[in-house]
């Protein structure tokens, strides 16, 4: 292999257009999946001020009751399947083919064809607010009996689209798991090995994984529950000899994996950005990725944990109480190693650093009190209260939407060519961070006080706390401001980037910015090392020196 | 869009390594449903729905040997084609759809002599989901096979062993492996 042809051109079709079609280049994917989440995100978003808005006051004054249980179950559904999967599919797309130095994806069609679901069922949901009897109110996890009620006994109600989107949801998901997980094991470039790969990889595989044990067993749950409500069996319903716990179960067994594949990912921009703004080389590699498994075998046993109240036997709840706080273990490991990788770093502190290290910050907070929660006697104190919503709002908000800026942030410049103003990057931090914390540490006291949750009206004595939490939200809602002002000027304005504006190492920073179609296509580099060196000034791949003096002539001339 | 040659051109065992990963996932879906399946039954206090005395075994037991003995022509045809032999290997696919087309049809059969229904509690409704959802497996199998026997006679398709053969006949295992658990839970554990 020579590497004079090197590097490819950068793209030429760059028109705007190619992102409303049905397009099969995994990075106009990757941005259409990030541009359509961060849409929900906005609508999500602004349920969650009318939440918040109502929770100000201790009565309720501002929406209806049964509105109220209808918005913060699309808050909460909205929030998952349409903002946060669909976001990390996103940067899936955009990053393991880069990363891996594949030209796409193994099956670039079935790649398109699950990205436009995810209007389907997003129009599917929003739909469900004009059907007579609103959406679905039985809250984000939909337990009967609550949701076989059809109260006005139409076939098209709230709480059928909802299924229907949540199946549909898990389809689309599936079709993207079988892409990611071949392309991984199949289309690396030539030297590396599992254990070179980026953490990111590995973290990728492992949540994906989890997407193809888990989500099966809640779409089968769903069809039932959608045969309960609409059909007539009973699966679910006593009186015909089910068993709503099943539900609970089939729920679970997905819906807890399920914040692994959320998390996973984002300790893989982690691990994948400390390096780079500390200039030391990521800590414990090896632990670092094995970890990843390790939580995914133990996250599969640990549903239970949700429903300790449920009426399950003490067997299980000893059992599973004892697996949750196995968890701890690897997730422990892998927050040691970040921290080595700080420890003593020259750090740079910008944009992506910043999220990053507020993110690890929550995240460590929500680890305690996941630890505390694991307790079987204290979250059965402090089930269905406040502190459930404080504790995992730390881990969502705080940790991983904060980590998902910050890797939006870190790539940008490579994948749109252009660079994000620092400033308002800065700005959109500080906001998000004192929101977050302000909106949402609150809710523990208030937990702990024994306010419960999916309520529009609350004891007078709960109201202090309260009103710090909707300010906090509401300043939560103004840091979006500068974050999309931030995106859309520098997209369309903004600096031209550099192949590698951070000195980062990786295959994807030895592409031009933004990369051309096909990636390397036929002049894939061979790594000779792990994309870590930093400080040691290893070559990551052959003939690298050449490769970086070509882009760098390239973007002189061009 | 623009033809860019993809990676996957070039390697060809992708789709396979793509439809082993959906098979494993697919197999969850069932597992759920087997497992669900067991618990309804073991807590159940009443089973079987009000004048129904057990389920029948003669007409599903004659469709699991037809079904089983379909895995082995599928086979046969599978190797028929690794040696070259494209007669041979159109005999024993047609030989395996007709086989499948059988066990639908005997799976029609007993549906429509059954005293409940659907909706007959959480007996019925399992009896149903579990069959008819295999049933769907199957039929999918049937008309997947279809496709590619019309795809053997697209001329040079068959040149290198077509991957499509490959998947299919994998599926139709795997449809006769959940099958034979499926029985052994339906029709052989009666008694609760
Ligand atoms: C703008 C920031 C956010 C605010 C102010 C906020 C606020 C809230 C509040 C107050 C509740 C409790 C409603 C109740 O129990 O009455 C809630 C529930 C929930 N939120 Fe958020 N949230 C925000 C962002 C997010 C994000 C980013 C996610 C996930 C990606 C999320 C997922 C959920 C879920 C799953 C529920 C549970 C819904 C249910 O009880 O069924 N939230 N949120």
């Known amino acids: ?558 | 869009m623009t033809a860019t040659p993809h990676l996957n051109t070039e390697h060809p065992k992708h789709n396979l390594t793509g439809f082993i990963i959906f098979l494993c996932s697919e197999s969850v879906i069932f597992l759920a449903f087997f497992s669900g399946f067991a618990l309804l039954k073991t807590a159940a206090l009443n089973w079987l729905p009000p004048g129904v005395e057990g389920l029948e075994w003669r007409t599903p037991l004659l469709n699991t040997v037809v079904l089983i003995s379909s895995s082995g022509t599928i086979w046969l045809a599978e190797r028929c084609m690794s040696k070259g032999n494209l007669m041979g290997f159109r005999a024993f696919w047609l030989l395996t759809m007709a086989l499948g087309a059988y066990f639908l049809y005997g799976q029609a059969v007993e549906w429509s002599g059954l005293q409940f229904g659907f909706t007959s509690g959480v007996f019925g409704g399992t009896f149903y989901l579990l069959t008819g959802f295999h049933g769907l497996h199957v039929a999918t199998g049937v008309f997947l096979m279809g496709l590619m026997l019309v795809k053997s006679f697209i001329p040079q398709n068959y040149a290198g062993g077509e991957q499509g053969v490959q998947a299919t006949s994998l599926f139709w295992h795997f449809v006769d492996v959940i099958w034979i658990i499926l029985f052994v839970l339906l029709y052989v554990w009666q008694r609760s």
């Open chain 1, 1 to 558: 292999m020579t590497s004079a042809t090197f590097p490819p051109s950068p793209p030429e079709n760059t028109s705007w257009s190619r992102y409303f079609g049905f397009n099969t280049d995994a990075k106009v994917i990757g941005i259409q999946y990030i541009v359509t989440a961060f849409f929900f995100f906005l609508i999500g978003g602004l349920l969650a001020m009318i939440i918040r808005g109502e929770l100000i006051t201790p009565p309720a004054d501002l929406v209806d009751r049964t509105v109220y249980n209808g918005i913060y179950t699309m808050h909460g559904t909205i929030m998952l399947f349409l903002f946060i999967f669909p976001v990390l599919n996103g940067l899936n797309n955009l990053l393991i083919p880069t990363m891996i130095g594949a030209p796409d994806m193994a099956f670039p069609r079935l790649n398109a064809v699950a990205f436009w679901l995810v209007p389907i069922f997003g129009a599917l949901l929003i739909g469900s607010f004009f059907v007579p009897g609103g959406p679905a109110y039985s809250g984000w996890w939909s337990y009967p009996p609550v949701s076989t009620q059809n109260p006005l006994g139409h076939f098209i109600n709230g709480q059928g689209l909802w299924i229907t989107a949540v199946a549909l949801s898990g389809v689309s998901s599936i079709m993207g798991a079988i892409n990611f997980v071949t392309t991984i094991l199949r289309m690396r470039s030539p030297g590396m090995g599992f254990f070179m790969m980026p953490v990111y990889c590995w973290t990728a595989l492992a949540a994906q994984s989890l997407q193809l044990i888990g989500l099966p067993a809640l779409t089968g749950g769903a069809v039932m529950l959608l045969m309960d409500l609409s059909f007539g069996t009973s699966f679910y319903q006593p009186e015909g000899g089910g068993d709503p716990v099943l539900y609970q179960h089939f729920f679970w067994f997905y819906s807890h994996p399920a914040v692994y594949v959320i998390i996973l990912p984002v300790f893989g921009i982690f691990s994948e950005l400390f390096p780079v703004y500390s200039r030391k080389p990521l800590f414990g590699y090896v632990y670092v990725c094995l970890a990843s498994f390790i939580i995914v075998a133990l996250g599969l046993v640990v549903w239970v944990h949700h429903m300790f109240p449920s009426g399950v036997a003490q067997w299980m709840r000893n059992f599973f109480m004892f697996s949750t706080m196995l968890i701890a273990v690897p997730t422990g490991v892998k927050v040691f190693a970040w921290l080595g990788t700080i420890w003593r770093g020259k750090l740079r502190l910008t944009t992506p650093m910043l999220f990053c290290l507020g993110g690890l910050f929550n995240f460590v907070f929500a680890g305690i009190t996941g630890i505390m929660l694991a307790t079987v006697p204290v979250d059965i104190h402090v089930s269905n209260t406040y502190f459930v919503v404080g504790h995992f709002h730390y881990v969502i908000y705080g940790a991983a939407v904060m980590g998902i800026f910050a890797a939006i942030y870190h790539w940008f410049p490579k994948f749109i060519g252009r660079m994000p103003y620092e400033g308002l990057g800065k700005l959109h931090f500080l906001l998000t961070f004192i929101g977050a914390n302000l909106n949402f540490l609150p809710m523990h006291p208030l937990g702990l006080m024994g306010m419960p949750r999916r309520v529009s009206s609350y004891d007078p004595e709960f109201a202090f706390w309260n009103v710090l939490a909707s300010l906090g939200a509401f300043l939560l809602g103004v840091s979006i401001i500068p974050f999309l002002l931030n995106m859309v000027s520098a997209w369309v304005r903004g600096p031209k980037a550099p192949h590698n504006p951070w000195n980062a190492i990786g295959l994807e920073w030895l592409l031009p910015s933004p990369p051309p179609e096909d990636n390397f296509g036929e002049h894939v580099p061979t790594v000779i090392s792990r994309p870590y060196g930093y400080g040691t000034g290893a070559p990551l791949v052959e003939h690298q020196a050449e490769i970086e003096k070509q882009l760098t002539l390239q973007e002189a001339s061009a």
